[in-house]
């Protein structure tokens, strides 16, 4: 028999499965974040989520000291700054197929220019961010007007800091 699943995840390391839409599901500004597997499942080795939105504002400059974090987009477009303040600073639209890679230590952002579905595996406990600063939400797709869910800068920051979240304020994304 085919077991199902609600949208929470295991416990702990077991075998699972999700259709389409299933995952812990959590609203950040306009875009909605579906994680699919996280530290508690993976040993503590990764998270993996699904991003979706429209159109929107840049996420705030920020950098991970201990996180790893990739973007390969599935749909949409996708533009993304990287900066490693070592040589590395580039931006680039990312069109479905194209695949970022954000090593920690790398200032960066993202926005998304067309509608967009973007796959990411990061480090585990990435995530915990999104869940300490998010809303949870059970509707899956993006979120409408009225859904937005936008925590004060004071909240971003220090939520951020307890997550390894490093906003860099007045950095300048560059074209
Ligand atoms: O979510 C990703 O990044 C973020 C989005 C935010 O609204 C605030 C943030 O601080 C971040 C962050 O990176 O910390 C993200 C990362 C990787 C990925 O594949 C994504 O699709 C989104």
Do not use: C
Not at 24 to 40: E, H, M, N, S
């Amino acid at each position: 028999m085919t077991e199902t699943l609600d949208d929470s995840l295991p416990e702990a390391l077991v075998p699972y499965l999700l259709t389409e839409g299933q995952g812990q599901k959590i609203v950040l500004f306009d875009q909605l974040f579906t994680l699919l597997t996280t530290g508690a499942q993976t040993e503590r080795q990764f998270d993996a989520f699904v991003t979706v939105g429209r159109p929107g504002q840049a996420v705030p400059a920020h950098f991970h000291a201990r996180t790893n974090e990739t973007f390969f987009v599935l749909d949409g477009e996708v533009r993304l700054w990287i900066d490693d303040r070592k040589g590395v600073r580039e931006t680039r639209i990312l069109e479905a197929g194209g695949f970022g890679f954000v090593p920690r230590d790398t200032i960066h952002s993202y926005r998304i220019e067309k509608t967009a579905r973007i796959f990411g595996v990061t480090s585990a406990g990435f995530t915990d961010f999104f869940r300490a600063v998010g809303r949870p939400t059970t509707t899956p797709g993006i979120p409408g007007p009225g859904e937005v869910h936008i925590p004060s800068f004071a909240e971003m920051g220090s939520r951020g800091a307890e997550h390894d979240v490093n906003f860099v304020p007045g950095y300048e994304l560059f074209d």
